[in-house]
């Protein structure tokens, strides 16, 4: 009876009621578009980086702590034995799709052909390995990672630059990459730069460079140098396959991708070092178990290794996504506050128009609480509508959006994506929402309704 | 009255022959003063009395001498200053507010003046409405509040809502609803105020009728003396006082 006396009194006092619920159903409708967004981005942020570094990571200890100012001191002394050492655990086979070590390495490059030159931070990656892990779409959202644009071959003498590098090094043209000019004295050989210069001394010197013969295939050639972990200068030719925008300016402006050997035969002469071993796993609900299963076995085996989520390596995406939700946060915040007051508007509303029926009901022999429970029934009932018309007003608008095809690039990315809002695609945010959303309508008419039941009955039944 | 829907509480009631008068109600040196802006206005200045069962008693006197302040003393939905009560040898004067509530639910049907009919509700549910306070199955619920409907003649329009019918429908209803729980007492507080003179004399015949049918005990407070039956007992009020 409380809820068929609740539900028409809403049908009675329709517009109010159909106001109340569309207060609560925008309010409910802005927070899951905008939370279908930061789930999208959840995805799709953790896709990118998991597409590029892998799940887990695997570095000598310390290497996260004190690796930047020595990395020779904290690499990986011997890859290979650790890969075939979790390779040969069978209850790790299953969860591991793609397993590769990676070199980080830094240093000058130069242009052969003008002498330009510049500081690069590079990657030695197998480039069939990475190739393999960027197709990874675990989560089924779509989003197609790039391809290195390096050769399968890992001892290939081909590299990817950033776009911004191929910008700097004045390549641009040369690789006929859109919407990348030269710097305007790209051409002309610049000596300003003392790194440069000690650059230009080096090739000049350096013999078994000049012994190096100018291939044929019309790529640009680049000069990578770098300190072995010997400390000694080691410099070898490549061509630059192709430009690649990088997510970061920074790093878009120095970025160099080369072979896995490449990069081994410029720093570490040929011994089988590694700065870090990229795991990419078929579900990531399985990190935490893998990791902890091959940190046990780096252990066991007596290897100076740790397995990291990606996470720990790097903070982006727990910053993006903690950006994101604290966003969420205060939107949510304020349109509850919003949904709060019109709730509790609505509510004192209706308890001053009842205050006969309140009086009457009292008089019946009906407890406070009866009273509060018809009023807040009342409530719970406008919160469910407004719930029913965000979720319904929520799928309806995220598919025309998702439909709409608009490009965002998120930070992660250096290529835009297309805005997909995830709202039923995560069925435990959206159910929270509705739920939230009954929640503080009842929270809402708490305070009216404890007025309302508290109401002198002589004076109820006087009113008019 | 078929056998299922019989006021239960026949037995219960239980009145020995032999007592004389059977009192409903005892009152001692009731008071109400409410204060008004600061300024006390006292609305009973001491009244003692007692009301028999098994009749249909009034209370009369002019507008403001205090009539409705003592009916919902006597209802229970208000407290005297000071004073006794005791409805049924049970002394109420100091209920909690849950309690008086549940002492109401049982033994008290209330009238009022403007029907205070729940508007979204049928008349069958207005009728069934104060039964949720009784341990009652829907089904019984919806039989006895057909039943009542039907002994004060609205049998025809259980399913119409209190808008689509007249001020003496509306107030047969309101009848019903106080007699449904089968309470001892029903108070009525100038039940025909909102009616012309030939429905109030109709209203005042009902209720008298019930009152004798289920043998409960009516008190009705009216300023309208011509509408008291001879013979009724009566409480006349003026000024806060007995007359
Ligand atoms: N809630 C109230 N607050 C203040 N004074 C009241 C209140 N109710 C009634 N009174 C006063 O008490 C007196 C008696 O009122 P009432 O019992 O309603 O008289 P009657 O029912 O005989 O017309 C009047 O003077 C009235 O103004
Ligand atoms: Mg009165």
């Keep these: 009876m409380i809820w068929k006396i609740a539900f028409r009194n809403l049908v009675k006092n329709g517009r109010r009621s159909v106001t109340t619920a569309l207060a609560i159903g925008v309010g409910g409708l802005a927070a899951l578009l905008l939370g279908g967004f930061v789930t999208s981005i959840w995805y799709g942020v953790q896709t990118s980086m998991i597409q590029d570094q892998g799940n887990l990571q695997i570095y000598r200890n310390g290497y996260l702590e004190f690796g930047a100012a020595n990395p020779e001191d904290y690499t990986i002394p011997d890859w290979s034995a650790a890969i075939a050492l979790i390779k040969a655990d ?30 690069f931070i590079g990657q030695g990656v197998v480039a069939a390995d990475l190739d393999r892990m960027r197709q990874w779409d675990g989560w089924g959202i779509g989003q197609p990672g790039t391809p290195t644009g390096l050769p399968a071959d890992p001892a290939a003498d081909k590299v990817v630059v950033g776009l911004g590098m191929a910008r700097m090094l004045g390549v641009c043209e040369a690789l006929a990459v859109p919407d990348c000019k030269d710097a305007p004295d790209a051409g002309a050989g610049r000596e300003a730069d003392p790194a440069a210069a000690e650059y230009t001394d080096l090739v000049a010197g350096d013999a078994e460079l000049a012994g190096l013969t100018e291939q044929g295939t019309g790529l640009p050639q680049l000069n990578l140098m770098a300190a072995t972990t010997e400390g000694v200068p080691n410099i070898i030719r490549v061509e630059i396959a192709a430009a690649r925008a990088q997510a970061v300016r920074a790093l878009d402006n120095a970025f160099v991708m ?26 990531p609900d399985r990190a935490e178990a893998v990791k902890t299963r091959i940190q046990g076995l780096l252990t066991d085996a007596g290897m100076d290794l740790s397995a990291y989520h990606f996470t ?11 950006m994101f939700a604290f966003i969420f946060a205060v939107v949510s915040a304020v349109l509850a506050l919003v949904i709060v007051f019109t709730i509790f508007n609505t509510v004192s509303m209706t308890v001053v128009e009842r205050v006969k029926e309140i009086g009457t009901i009292r008089a019946m022999g009906f407890r406070r609480g009866f009273v509060g429970r018809l009023f807040l029934a009342e409530s719970a009932l406008t919160g469910l509508f407004g719930a029913a018309l965000a979720l319904a007003m929520g799928i309806g608008l995220s598919r025309m959006i998702n439909a709409a095809g608009v490009q965002w690039t998120p930070p992660s990315n250096a290529t835009p994506l297309t805005v997909q809002l995830m709202v039923l695609e995560n069925p435990v945010f959206a159910l929270s929402v509705a739920l939230f959303l009954i929640v503080i309508a009842v929270a809402a008419a708490i305070w009216p309704t404890f007025r309302a039941s508290r109401l002198n009955i002589v004076e109820s039944l006087q009113r008019g | 009255m078929n056998q299922h829907t019989e006021p239960a509480n026949f037995e219960d009631r239980n009145i020995p022959l032999d007592a004389p008068h059977p009192l409903a109600a005892q009152f001692e040196a009731i008071t109400k003063e409410y204060t008004l802006d600061k300024v006390k206005v006292r609305a009973l200045g001491g009244i003692s009395g007692a009301i028999v069962q098994g009749a249909t008693t009034f209370i009369t006197g002019p507008s403001g001498s205090g009539k409705s302040t003592f009916l919902n003393i006597l209802g229970l939905v208000d407290r005297p200053t000071s004073g006794a009560l005791s409805l049924f040898g049970e002394d109420v004067t100091r209920l909690s507010d849950a309690a008086a509530a549940d002492f109401r639910s049982r033994n008290i049907g209330f009238i009022f003046q403007s029907f205070n009919l729940i508007p979204v509700l049928s008349l069958r549910e207005n009728v069934e409405f104060p039964l949720l306070r009784h341990r009652m199955s829907a089904r019984a619920r919806r039989d006895r509040a057909a039943a009542y409907l039907e002994a004060v003649g609205l049998g025809g329009m259980m399913d119409r809502r209190p808008g689509e019918i007249s001020g003496g429908q509306r107030q047969r209803v309101a009848v019903a609803r106080a007699l449904a729980t089968e309470p001892r007492l029903i108070v009525a507080d100038e039940p025909t105020a909102n009616l012309d003179s030939r429905t109030s ?5 009902l209720l008298a009728r019930m009152q004798a049918e289920f043998d409960t005990t009516v008190v009705i407070c009216t300023h309208e003396t011509q509408l008291i039956p001879p013979q009724s007992p009566v409480i006349e009020i003026i000024d806060g006082r007995l007359a």
């Design chain 1, 90 to 119: 069978e209850a790790l086979a299953r969860d591991i799709t793609v397993i590769t070590p990676r070199i980080d390495l830094a240093g000058i490059a130069g242009n052969a052909a003008t002498g330009n030159s510049k500081t």
């Design chain 1, 258 to 283: 080369l072979p896995f050997d490449q990069a081994r035969a410029l720093v570490f002469d040929g011994s089988p070092e590694a700065t870090a071993i990229m795991i990419q796993l078929t579900s």
């Design chain 1, 312 to 322: 720990e390596v790097d903070p982006t995406f727990t910053r993006i996504f903690g």
């Design chain 2, 201 to 205: 004399r109709e209203i005042v015949a």
